[in-house]
């Protein structure tokens, strides 16, 4: 995988991961004992998303640079 591609995924596994355990803050406040279930999924799935991206930070940080361009 190209370290562009892996710095993309970073980004979009931790914000998406902290939206979704965002999203099921709300929707326990919101929908209260029903919704207990749907938060529990987005909770589980948004942390996981963000301890992937932090495990792709480190990932990252020991891949090798790309050769620089020629001009």
Do not use: C, H, N
């Amino acid at each position: 995988m190209k370290p562009a591609r892996v710095e993309a995924l970073v980004w979009v596994l931790i914000y998406g991961g902290l939206l979704m355990l965002s999203l099921g803050t709300f929707v326990v406040r919101q929908i209260g004992a029903t919704g207990r279930a749907i938060a529990i999924v987005l909770f589980v799935a948004g942390a996981l998303a963000v301890i992937a991206g932090a495990v792709l930070v480190f990932v990252r940080a020991r891949m090798p640079d790309p050769p620089p361009y020629d001009t």
